[in-house]
């Protein structure tokens, strides 16, 4: 079971570079990282996904390093707009529903 | 697209009495989830489906929680009787069956019990 592992909570201002890294020691070959994003009365928002080394798309970008037990989701210069909490979820076997964990998320609050 | 529905958006209602919340998943989508949310809990998976079929319910509280798929388009989530610890927001959420497709949530029903 790919348990992971991410801070509560974490403060920036807006313009600023946030990094937020999620632990998962337990991680399996075939899993994939996958971030989404809740906003306030929201259900959550998927915002990348990645498997190994770097990935970028419109919204963020993620790295994993060559031992895939961390990953960190990237925010470049973020906005009120990106206050929101931030899960990490990895793998989603649909074998088993204890495989499918969303923990407690991150909580990222942007200031003016 | 139009992207997964769930109703009613919210619903206020008295110990004890039946609660049916309703979920319309994507088309074509092949995976139907129940989640429940609450600032104690976080995030819980309730029960999922695949291709209408329930594969697991394992996290479903308790007998009083129910939850059907009749048909590929349609789901609902039971609580009967409902007590004032079921209040939360109930999410649902489909996804395509390859395990590393993301999931793709509804807005939620916020569920006061009274």
């Known amino acids: 079971l790919a348990k992971t592992t991410q801070p509560i909570s974490m403060d920036s201002y807006e313009g600023q570079e946030v990094n937020i890294t999620c632990s998962h020691n337990?991680?399996?070959?075939?899993?994939?990282i996958t971030w989404y994003q809740q906003f306030p009365s929201q259900g959550p928002r998927f915002i990348i996904q990645?498997?190994?080394t770097k990935v970028t798309n419109e919204v963020a970008s993620l790295f994993i390093p060559a031992d895939r037990k961390s990953s960190t989701l990237s925010l470049p210069r973020v906005s009120l707009s990106d206050t929101a909490v931030y899960y990490c979820l990895v793998g989603q076997e649909y074998s088993s529903a204890s495989k499918i964990i969303f923990g407690s998320g991150t909580r990222l609050s942007i200031r003016p | 697209d139009a992207g997964v529905i769930q109703s009613p958006r919210h619903e206020v209602t008295e110990m004890g009495q039946e609660v049916t919340l309703r979920c319309k998943p994507i088309?074509?989508?092949?995976?139907l989830f129940w989640y429940r949310q609450t600032m104690m809990r976080g995030l819980e998976l309730l029960i999922y489906?695949?291709?209408?079929?329930?594969?697991?319910d394992s996290g479903m509280p308790e007998d009083r929680f129910s939850a059907k798929m009749p048909n590929a388009s349609f789901s609902t989530l039971k609580i009967q009787p409902s007590e004032p610890r079921d209040s939360a927001v109930y999410f649902c959420a489909s996804s395509l069956a390859d395990r590393n497709q993301p999931q793709h949530f509804g807005d939620g029903t916020r569920l006061s019990i009274l």
């Open positions: 990645g498997y190994k």
């Open positions: 088309s074509g989508h092949d995976y």
């Open positions: 489906f695949n291709n209408n079929v329930p594969i697991d």
């Open positions: 337990n991680i399996a070959t075939n899993d994939y």
